[in-house]
């Protein structure tokens, strides 16, 4: 089976980096959403934990059961909202407030601009007054942004509106909530940091999404896939590959099958314009279900070990090529 190394120091030194942006390792909090980028959920809550991180954010509840040990809290963004010592909610809409249990740690989630998820910047004395009415514990105010990683007035205009936002929330005498805005991109642009947490995914992992004109941080891909040799075969000249024979050997050449396939969630991609794997070695032909083959006779192939460069190659972007990768193939940690 195919697999997947997971680089310790990489990620420490990534959480490294954004430490210094934010000032401390208490500020961040690690986002495990999606099986944590696709590196492995408990893995990686492990090692956040490990480095120090407090704090964690996931999608759903069930999520944050699999991990509640290991942090002080865990933001759950979209979930039904119950009563809960670690988790704290998000509050994505009006109704969300009406539905919640009585107790609930919930954090406000106001929309400055993105225009996904959270409750209109009018609706914020609405929803203050029916969060105490609904006798909900109000721990944290969030926002999320919709263009941190581009060189624009964009950013700029979100954070005004939710200085607006913290403004309001204060005067209704809510001092001591936690205040959190920024992802990856606003962290590592941001010069001045001021906020009490930040909600750190794809920069965590090694990626980040910024235009080249801003000071680059380095950052450390943390994820590499591998697949292994399952045979090898000798072909003549004029012999083809796998379904459709889409590939003809123009000599006589040795290949072999190794053990990925889009049914681990690797991109199934177009023969016509084959993917280099890192050690710059064309996919011959189709990707199958659970197979590909190259020409090699190595055991053991890196597939790939950057997945931006591996998104460019494939026309997505790296949050896609590590999201897919199947929560069942096995995660080592190097
Ligand atoms: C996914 C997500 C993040 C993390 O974004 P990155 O760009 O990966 O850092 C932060 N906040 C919210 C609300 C999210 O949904």
Not at 48 to 67: D, N, P, T
Not at 84 to 111: C, F, M, P, R
Not at 254 to 280: H, N, Q, V
Request: aromatic residues 8%; charged residues 25%.
């Amino acid at each position: 089976m195919a697999f997947i190394k997971i680089n310790k120091a990489n990620f420490y030194h990534n959480l490294n980096q954004i430490a210094l942006k934010t000032g401390s390792k208490e500020k961040i909090a690690i986002v495990l959403k999606d099986n944590a980028y696709g590196h492995g959920l408990v893995l990686m809550a492990q090692l956040a934990s490990e480095f120090g991180i407090k704090h964690a954010v996931v999608r759903k509840a069930y999520e944050a059961e699999q991990i509640a040990a290991l942090f002080e809290s865990i933001l759950v963004l979209g979930d039904t909202i119950i009563k809960h010592k670690k988790y704290t909610y998000t509050l994505n809409s009006l109704e969300d407030i009406q539905k919640a249990q009585k107790g609930a740690n919930v954090e406000l989630k106001i929309d400055t601009g993105m225009h996904r998820n959270g409750i209109a910047m009018d609706d914020v004395e609405v929803s203050l007054r029916e969060i105490k009415k609904q006798g909900l514990n109000l721990v944290g105010l969030m926002t999320h942004f919709r263009s941190s990683d581009v060189l624009s007035s964009e950013l700029f205009w979100q954070q005004k509106n939710f200085e607006v936002v913290k403004e309001k929330v204060s005067h209704a005498g809510y001092k001591n909530i936690r205040i959190h805005s920024h992802n990856s991109a606003a962290i590592l642009r941001s010069k001045h940091f001021s906020e009490d947490l930040v909600r750190v995914g794809v920069a965590a992992y090694g990626y980040d999404e910024l235009d080249k004109t801003f000071d680059a941080v380095t950052l450390k891909p943390v994820l590499s896939l591998h697949a292994k040799k399952v045979s090898t075969r000798l072909l003549a000249k004029g012999e083809r590959i796998g379904y459709g024979g889409d590939y003809t050997a123009y000599e006589k050449m040795t290949i072999s099958t190794y053990d990925l396939g889009y049914g681990d969630g690797w991109c199934r991609g177009d023969a016509e314009k084959p993917f280099m794997t890192s050690e710059k070695l064309p996919i011959l032909g189709r990707v199958s279900m659970d197979f590909i083959s190259l020409a090699s006779v190595t055991e053991e192939v890196c597939v790939m070990n950057d997945a931006q460069d591996a998104a460019k190659q494939l026309g997505t972007i790296s949050y896609e090529v590590m999201t897919a990768l199947h929560k069942d193939i096995e995660r080592i940690v190097v």
